[in-house]
């Protein structure tokens, strides 16, 4: 009914925090804007991908599941271009029903594409530290 | 049906953003990320409604089935135009400057 509402207010709030994130990260390095290069105790240059780069992928995936998911519930009748804008809302019956459905489905949604983005995380760390013990190798080989 | 099309719309952009990869001068990505978003919400969505209907869910009428198949294509559609704005937009190669002020010298 208005299940796409949850993942969508949550994608307002990454992008806020990856704007914050950003400003933050500019000022810690204002140089180097998509990779942040910091130097360790030994030296060792470390690529590592900034965390306003990485929550704008949450905020992508969100913001555009809920788009298409915005267009099926205008398919379906469920949103009106009018005032309460959501079907539903116009009687407590059915709003009582929307809001159980935002409750668990749109928590479901919401929750299981966190869940996935944790896995990219995940993934993106593994492949940080592979890539910053190739360079340290090549660099003790030279 | 609307899963489906929309599962096998990212997995497809997902190839073509590989296939291209470092470089997303056709700003792939944006298909990527939508139409992988949507899958993941429509699959919660299924998976309620599998919990409601029990084995029905995958006995679906052919009206339903022709509902939501017309829905998905829609859907790619709607895209599939909100890709071209965002690539028009940015215009990462530059070719709508230069096609705007080809005459400017």
Redesign the interface.
Known sequence: MA??LV?AAEAIVTAAAANIAKNREKKISPVCENAEISVNKEEAKQYKIPFSRKLR?LT??????????L??HI?HGEIAPYFPFLTAASNPQDAAEMLYEMG??GV??AL??TA?WGVMLLVAHIAERKSNACERAEGNIQ | M?LLL?VFAAVISTAVWYKNAPDDKMKVG?LC?????????????A??EYIELGSEFFKPSPADMLNDAY?GL??IA??LV?WVVVLLIKDPKGSVRAALFKNKK
């Open positions: 299940c796409f993942p992928w992508n995936l969100l913001l555009g599941g809920s788009v298409l998911l267009f099926e398919w668990t489905a479901a949604m299981l594409t996935i | 609307t929309s944006v990320w939508m139409f992988w978003g949507a899958s993941i919400m429509w699959f919660v969505d998976v309620f829905l829609s859907v709607l895209a909100i």
